[in-house]
């Protein structure tokens, strides 16, 4: 497909339906009937300010962002544990509405069990916290798939993958591939019929699709009255459906709020007014509804009032350039990994600098930091430990004039010193280099992202000085 902005549309829908619905949680329908949300408020039922977005948005962030390094199950835990314990990926810097699923799936990783037993494959473990994120990974799978492969097992097989980290059971498995069947023909239609036409035909897809791998997805997907087909669901009236946490009542709420309105601020608004799970319903629906209609369709004031909404941009832009079809070269490093895992500071190289061998720069550019007798300490110590012992030991006085100096200096000499890892170095000759410091807080060496710095000007010394030895390589 050509070059599109689908990952800002449908990230940007979500976020806002997100923060739409946080005031109004768990408020009932009555409740809503006498008191409907019409615009973007803030408080109510977890007291956040205007803008703020929940679980929902920092998941899908979490889930995009992974993906930009490939499909990591682990990277990708790493990141929802990020949110979870560290309020990365926040709208401001607080973890508030999360799931009991995914908080034990989370908490099951951080504690050290299989990746791939965290999830919950019980027949409980149906909750929307897998549907709720599952927009990056579905849009990932509809735009980079060839499209033979998409009536296909593989085609599902990463979407089921990225929802089991958290909710393996195969009904809410179904929740999120109906989303993605549907996803994917509304974005090959081109937008060129109707809602109805393109939602049944994916509905259709995933159902042939799960009665042909048999077994218990076949039994799910085939029980009567369980799953509502497009066609049948548009004719519902509100209080036919519910909007619970339960993944197969967001599923039918969000797309009966699609089908049943004609523009993003009247979807996104049914969605809240139907009260229960409100911000989960609004962003299940606002992701769609952002592809469907558009950014440019989302009330700039909602888009103003969105908290942190540069992270939720800058992820979105990086994972559209990701997935564009195109033949230009990357223009910039910013994960220093596979072949440019030389690049971090932690990374195993021979360093000589004043008679002190070191095993890594982070050791070597800690020991600058010290008077010159304490540096040997350095020499047998790996990255971790080279931080815990810079944190003992005295600074030197004058240290605050000379770290850029040193910085290069150990740069320098990792480089000049191993001439396998100055080829790989020069290989990136008129890429930009980034070092990408998100949570770290370090805007002075590298660039964070995070929501508390997210407006900081980021100086990324670290990277600057990768492109200086670079430069100073080729003479």
């Avoid at 977005?53 to 889930?63: E, F, K, N, Q």
Wanted: net charge negative.
């Amino acid at each position: 497909m050509m070059k599109t902005e689908y990952a800002l549309d449908g990230l940007l829908g979500l976020a806002v339906g997100d923060a739409l619905g946080v005031p109004y949680e768990f408020s009932s329908r009555e409740k809503m009937r006498r008191n409907p949300a019409t615009d973007m408020v803030g408080f109510g039922t977890h007291y956040q300010p205007e803008g703020s977005w929940s679980d929902d948005t920092a998941m899908a962030l979490c889930t995009a962002d992974s993906l930009l390094k490939g499909l990591n199950p682990e990277d990708m835990m790493k990141k929802y544990a990020a949110w979870l314990h560290r309020a990365q990926y926040t709208a401001a810097g607080v973890v508030f509405d999360s799931g009991l699923t995914c908080r034990r799936a989370i908490d099951r990783y951080e504690a050290g069990v299989d990746i791939d037993l965290c999830g919950d494959y019980s027949e409980w473990g149906n909750g929307n916290g897998a549907l709720m994120r599952i927009f990056p990974i579905a849009l990932w799978q509809s735009l980079k798939t060839p499209r033979e492969k998409k009536d296909t097992a593989q085609f599902l097989q990463p979407v089921h993958a990225v929802s089991s980290l958290t909710h393996g059971h195969e009904r809410g498995l179904i929740c999120c591939g109906i989303y993605t069947m549907i996803l994917d023909e509304w974005l090959h239609s081109g937008g060129e019929e109707t809602m109805l036409n393109a939602f049944s035909r994916g509905f259709e897809r995933a159902k042939a699709l799960y009665t042909k791998m048999g077994g218990a997805f076949s039994q799910e997907m085939n029980t009567p009255g369980l799953f509502i087909h497009p066609e049948a669901l548009r004719t519902y009236a509100m209080d036919d459906l519910r909007a619970s946490g339960y993944a197969v009542h967001t599923l039918h709420a969000a797309l009966w709020c699609l089908l049943t309105t004609d523009n993003y601020s009247d979807c996104v608004l049914r969605a809240v007014n139907m009260g229960e799970d409100t911000d989960t319903t609004a962003a299940v629906a606002g992701s769609l509804a952002g592809v469907v209609y558009g950014r440019k369709a989302i009330p700039e004031k909602w888009m103003e009032a969105l908290k942190n909404r540069k992270l939720v941009e800058m992820i979105a832009q990086k994972l559209d350039n990701a997935m564009a079809d195109e033949k230009e070269e990357i223009r910039c490093i910013d994960a220093f990994e596979k072949e440019h895992a030389h690049m971090a500071l932690k990374a195993p190289a021979r360093i000589e600098l004043d008679g002190v061998v070191y095993g890594n720069a982070q050791a070597a550019f800690l020991a600058q930091r010290v008077e010159m007798e304490e540096r040997v300490r350095f020499a047998v110590l790996n990255a971790h430990q080279a931080r815990r012992l810079a944190k003992q030991l005295a600074v030197r006085e004058t240290w605050e004039q000379e770290w850029e100096a040193a910085l290069y200096d150990v740069c320098w000499a990792k480089y000049a010193q191993n001439p396998e890892l100055a080829q790989m170095l020069l290989r990136t000759d008129g890429l930009e280099i980034i070092y990408d410091t998100t949570g770290a807080h370090d805007n002075e060496l590298g660039r964070c992202a995070c929501s508390a710095c997210a407006e900081k000007e980021a100086r990324n010394l670290y990277g600057k000085t990768l492109m200086r030895v670079r430069e100073a390589l080729k003479k």
